[in-house]
């Protein structure tokens, strides 16, 4: 609250009064105020005896510094909130595990097993499966034998019959004696990507990058 800064002597003039009361502002200046007081300052400079050169540059990268700061705070905000936040983390604890996925192609794990499904709609006798590289040459021939309507795990630990180790890479699926209605291979997890924009996480594995919802099992 304010009141008036003259009053009224005997002989009914105005005088100053000295002991104005001045209401209660704002108790801190932001970086817009600071701004506006700034713009201010320059525009009502005395046109004859204008601020010289290194003045106006020293302002002018006051005001620089000032909106540059404001902008890298809102950023460092937005960093923290990822990384604060569960979304990061709780893709980051898959690293190291492994999941299920629906693939043609099989990659070995960190102790070169090769490991993979397929599924059935009904019962089977006789299939098998060839894993191949690149070139189509068969590496390995895995039979199933006699399997109901289901899921069926093959595994192979790249190795020949002498026990040498013959698979390093990928190798392609192919079935043999019927038709599968799915074909799907385990894959490890070798890294997670979170992207910035806040969109959803994709874990990264020899087979390619999948999204956590591809994963069929998790292991």
Not at 59 to 76: F, K, R, Y
Not at 113 to 132: C, E, H, K, P
Request: glycine share 10%.
């Amino acid at each position: 609250m304010s009141t008036t800064s003259t009053v009224t002597d005997s002989a009914g003039l105005s005088v100053y009064n000295p002991y104005k009361n001045v209401g209660t502002g704002k108790s801190e200046m932001g970086q817009a105020d600071f701004l506006r007081l700034l713009t201010a300052q320059m525009q009502t400079q005395d046109p004859f005896e204008p601020m010289d050169n290194a003045q106006m540059v020293s302002q002018m990268a006051t005001i620089t510094n000032s909106s540059g700061i404001a902008e890298m705070n809102q950023t460092l905000k937005g960093l923290a909130s990822q990384l604060t936040g569960s979304r990061l983390g709780d893709a980051a604890s898959w690293i190291g595990k492994s999941m299920l996925v629906q693939s043609n192609i099989v990659a070995p794990d960190a102790a070169g097993q090769y490991i993979g499904q397929v599924s059935f709609a009904d019962a089977t006798s006789g299939a098998t499966v060839d894993l191949m590289d690149g070139n189509g040459n068969v590496l390995k021939t895995i039979e199933l034998g006699n399997q109901d309507a289901g899921d069926v795990n093959f595994y192979w630990d790249g190795k020949n019959d002498l026990g040498e180790q013959v698979a390093t890479d990928a190798l392609k699926i192919r079935v043999n004696g019927a038709s599968p209605t799915r074909v799907a291979s385990w894959a490890t997890i070798a890294a997670v990507q979170s992207p910035a924009d806040g969109s959803a996480s994709k874990l990264i594995t020899a087979l390619g990058t999948y999204s956590p919802s591809d994963a069929l099992s998790l292991a």
